[in-house]
């Protein structure tokens, strides 16, 4: 008499589980480490706020009182003196924040240039200044034979020299490495006798070329170059 098959239940049927069990692991693993791998992406900070806190972070490291910084060339040639009431240097910018800012530059040139605002930023390492609050800058050209040229000592341009141009606004920008003077805000600008208001303002001094922006009047007096 023959015996009939033991039916076995899916946990009697001996290696086979475990085979399952086997086959089935890295899906789960894999699994695993997807969920991980989530949660560090999700706990990291968004870009955002790491820059905003890297923002938070750029408090002054120094802060001076009626000082002066001076910038000289590779031949060791002063080529700016930068005065202010009280200056700020903030570490990650690499930018020094000025009250009351004094500007003076000589160029090789000749020509040299006298800044003076409220407020104003120095970043070394751009050479740009960003001037705000009563901004007025001024650009004059190299002296001629047998006239005294103007300094950097912080006192130069307290004169209109002829052929001077000046420009005065509420906020004005000046690379003084590339010697562009621009702004987005109205300014006036002067030179001898001629006198005239824009919206915008770009000046490259070592061309000599101004592009005036936006609504422009004034009066022009003299022969153009």
């Known amino acids: 008499m023959s015996q009939a098959p033991l039916n076995r239940g899916p946990f009697n049927r001996g290696p086979d589980w475990l085979a399952r069990l086997q086959s089935a692991l890295p899906v789960v693993v894999a699994a695993g480490l997807a969920g991980f791998s989530w949660w560090l992406v999700s706990s990291s900070p968004a870009p955002r706020q790491a820059a905003t806190a ?75 200044v960003t001037l705000s609050g009563g901004a007025d800058v001024r650009l004059m050209p190299a002296p001629t034979p047998g006239a005294q040229g103007a300094g950097v000592s912080g006192d130069a341009g307290t004169g209109l020299r002829t052929g001077t141009t000046r420009v005065v606004g509420e906020g004005l920008r000046l690379d003084t490495y590339a010697r562009v003077l621009s702004s987005t805000l109205p300014v006036t600008m002067t030179r001898d006798h001629s006198e005239v208001r824009a919206q915008t303002l770009q000046h490259d001094d070592v061309a000599g070329l101004t592009l005036l922006g936006g609504r422009v009047h004034g009066r022009l007096d003299g022969q153009p170059r």
């Open 54 to 128: 890297a923002k938070a972070d750029d408090r002054p490291d120094y802060i001076l009182s009626r000082a002066r910084i001076a910038r000289f060339d590779a031949q060791g040639r002063l080529e700016a003196v930068l005065d202010g009431d009280t200056m700020r240097h903030r570490p990650v910018s690499n930018a020094m924040e000025v009250d009351a800012m004094v500007l003076s530059a000589r160029h090789e040139d000749g020509r040299s240039m006298h800044a003076t605002a409220q407020q104003g930023e120095w970043v070394e390492p751009t050479g740009v």
